[in-house]
């Protein structure tokens, strides 16, 4: 049995794809076990990774194509399943990569640190063509809080209620603290937001994890990156979702107020989404509710009288909705 299972979800990024897995063939450390798995590409694409596995000739990396567009919860649950017996746990996407050093480190530090459910580090980001960006870079660490960090040890619902701090892509688990949180909300599929669900699953068990500020692996921003084509709070199905995960829960102290904060966020967003959508009750009704989630609102209380006294008007300066994707998010009740 290996020491770490590496769960790579990939879709129609034949090239993409070969980098993640190079940065895999030139780790240090060596222990691990690799499933490409193809969330139903285009047949060329899926064909092409395919072969490309196959001629690695290496025992330590598979393939396997979904028989349909699962999306990252069914992915996600396809990675943890297989990864039954095995101590530590990881989701790299299709776009990044890990510097070769990435995992030895990694694994040092959770072994030291027992009582950490995971090791994060510090990204760099790169454009499509791999070149990375100092700026974008920059941008990102000061955005999540990256830079006001030391190395050591965070707590994992503060640091992701606040900051979105720590992201599902290239975060080495420890695969029991993940079934000791129940992984994700059972009811939860499709995509965006997984990493979301996750990280607040694990902070609801008091959960702490190990930050590494070294810059030890890579992230791909670019057009086609979940975060960019979902436009996230304008797409219905990922606002019903986030609202789902925020309205279930309820905490304690600061992270209770931060709770708060993002559920009147999702409420404005919900708010304006229902105006586009022709239903300007409604729309009045969410504005409401993000008023009396978070009282010091200044974006709500600004909405708040133009969906009561002009919403026709308001209407003309908003975008149009995006146009949904392959696999939108899904909140299924459950049975």
Same mark, same amino acid.
């Given at each position: 049995?290996p020491k770490v299972?590496i769960?790579? +979800?990939?879709l129609?990024?034949k090239h ?5 897995? %190079? ?5 240090t450390?060596t222990?691990f076990y690799v ?7 285009? #047949? !060329?694409q ?5 072969? $490309? &596995?196959r !001629?690695?000739?290496?025992?330590? =990396?598979? =393939?396997f194509r979904?028989?349909s567009?699962c999306?990252?919860?069914?992915q996600g649950?396809? $990675? $943890?399943? @297989?990864s039954?017996g095995?101590?530590f746990f990881?989701i790299?996407?299709?776009?990044d990569?890990?510097?070769?050093d ?5 694994? #040092?530090?959770?072994?030291k640190n027992?009582?950490?459910?995971f090791?994060?580090?510090?990204p ?5 063509? /791999?070149?990375p960006?100092e ?10 809080? *990256?830079r @006001?960090?030391?190395?050591g040890?965070?707590? &994992?619902?503060?640091?992701h ?11 080495l688990?420890?695969r029991?603290?993940l079934a000791?949180? /129940?992984?994700?909300? +059972? @009811? ?7 990493e ?5 699953r694990?902070? %609801?068990?008091?959960?702490?994890g ?5 810059e030890?692996l ?11 084509y ?6 219905p199905?990922v ?5 789902h ?5 309820? =905490?304690? /102290? ?5 709770r708060k904060?993002?559920?009147? *966020?999702l409420? *404005?967003a919900?708010?304006?989404i229902?105006?586009?959508n022709?239903?300007p009750?409604?729309?009045r ?10 009282v010091?609102?200044?974006?709500a209380w600004?909405?708040? +009288?133009?969906?009561f ?5 308001f209407?003309?300066?908003? +975008?149009?909705?995006?146009e949904q994707r392959?696999?939108?998010?899904? &909140?299924? !009740?459950?049975?």
């Amino acid at each position: 049995m290996p020491k770490v299972y590496i769960g790579i +979800p990939t879709l129609n990024r034949k090239h993409l794809v070969r980098e993640t897995v %190079e940065s895999l063939l030139n780790q240090t450390f060596t222990d691990f076990y690799v499933k490409i798995s193809d969330n139903h590409s285009k #047949q !060329e694409q899926s064909d092409s990774v395919a072969q $490309f &596995v196959r !001629e690695l000739d290496d025992e330590r =990396f598979h =393939f396997f194509r979904q028989p349909s567009n699962c999306g990252e919860y069914g992915q996600g649950r396809y $990675f $943890f399943k @297989e990864s039954e017996g095995v101590d530590f746990f990881m989701i790299l996407h299709d776009d990044d990569v890990l510097k070769p050093d990435y995992l030895e480190k990694a694994l #040092q530090s959770l072994t030291k640190n027992t009582e950490m459910a995971f090791f994060v580090a510090n990204p760099y980001l790169m454009d499509q063509g /791999g070149t990375p960006s100092e700026t974008d870079t920059e941008q990102y660490l000061r955005e999540h809080g *990256r830079r @006001e960090q030391n190395a050591g040890e965070i707590d &994992v619902l503060t640091t992701h209620l606040a900051l979105g701090f720590t992201p599902i892509s290239g975060t080495l688990f420890r695969r029991q603290a993940l079934a000791d949180s /129940g992984y994700v909300d +059972p @009811e939860c599929h499709g995509n965006f937001p997984f990493e979301c669900n996750i990280f607040m699953r694990l902070g %609801e068990q008091g959960a702490k994890g190990w930050f590494q500020p070294e810059e030890l692996l890579g992230f791909r921003f670019h057009k086609e990156s979940l975060r960019n084509y979902l436009k996230l709070m304008d797409n219905p199905k990922v606002v019903d979702t986030m609202i789902h995960l925020f309205s279930t829960r309820k =905490f304690e /102290g600061e992270n209770e107020g931060r709770r708060k904060v993002v559920l009147s *966020r999702l409420y *404005r967003a919900k708010s304006l989404i229902q105006l586009r959508n022709g239903q300007p009750g409604e729309s009045r009704d969410f504005i409401l509710k993000a008023v009396r989630e978070n009282v010091r609102s200044l974006k709500a209380w600004l909405t708040l +009288p133009a969906l009561f006294l002009a919403p026709g008007l308001f209407l003309k300066f908003l +975008p149009k909705l995006p146009e949904q994707r392959t696999a939108p998010l899904l &909140v299924k !009740e459950p049975k």
